[in-house]
């Protein structure tokens, strides 16, 4: 089955603008999680989704947000770019509850200038 | 709170050795463990995980894990290392009953040496 899918896996923009990734999970994989990783501060959890709703959300500032659709795909979204936020954002699918399945995407390796 | 500690940043070992790559986690309750790794500019790919059962997890392309809840530790194992298992090596843990939440450690770059 086709694993999970990122778009567009690279992206350049400036600071102060607004950027809107994509992630289409494993078919019937109804909780998706996002991830961001950096050089410095490693993999963080940025929040997580599950039937449209957030179900957690990590340390990061009111810039990042997401949403989940009613076909599991979800966005995040990250207003007011600053050059901080030049990282890969991974997305990951999985049952909900179930003990383990988290399945990555190839990430989009964001770049901010 | 939940947390994974990874102490090498960097292990070497030569083709044909054994190799280790540790990883030591602190949650409050059960966990459920993971390894995974990661190629340059590629996503994560899972290797194995630990929920329940027996200690020792045997996992993707000839790795395997050993749980041990007393040192609360799960460290990477492979009885002979190869060149193409050069990769960065992540551990991740998540608390049973915690949502989904994966907390991960900071990394073990792994070179294997011909």
């Known amino acids: 089955k086709a694993g999970v899918t990122q778009t567009p896996r690279y992206l350049i923009k400036t600071r102060g603008q607004q950027v809107t990734l994509s992630c289409s999970p494993i078919?019937?994989?109804?909780?998706v999680s996002w991830y961001q990783q950096t050089p410095g501060q490693g993999l963080q959890f940025l929040f997580e989704y599950f039937s449209e709703t957030q179900r957690n959300k990590g340390n990061f500032p009111g810039r990042f947000s997401g949403r989940q659709f009613s076909n599991s795909r979800s966005e995040m979204n990250v207003s007011t770019l600053e050059l901080g936020d030049s990282a890969l954002y991974l997305c990951a699918s999985s049952l909900y509850g179930a003990s383990g399945g988290y399945t990555f995407g190839s990430g989009t390796r964001l770049t901010v200038v | 709170a939940q947390s994974v500690a990874q102490p090498e940043d960097q292990v070497n070992v030569a083709e044909g050795n054994p190799l280790t790559v540790k990883c030591t986690y602190s949650v409050s309750g059960n966990p459920y463990l993971f390894w995974y790794v990661q190629y340059p500019n590629r996503g994560l790919q899972f290797l194995l995980k630990?929920?329940?059962?027996?200690?020792l997890v045997k996992g993707s392309y000839g790795f395997e894990a050993e749980f041990n809840k007393s040192q609360t530790s799960f460290h990477l194992k492979k009885p002979s290392a190869l060149v193409s298992d050069s990769a960065l090596y992540f551990c991740?843990?998540?608390?049973?009953?915690?949502?989904?939440?994966?907390?991960f450690g900071g990394g073990t770059r792994l070179m294997v040496k011909p």
């Open positions: 991740a843990v998540r608390e049973v009953n915690a949502g989904n939440m994966l907390t």
């Open positions: 078919s019937g994989h109804r909780s």
């Open positions: 630990y929920i329940t059962g027996d200690n």
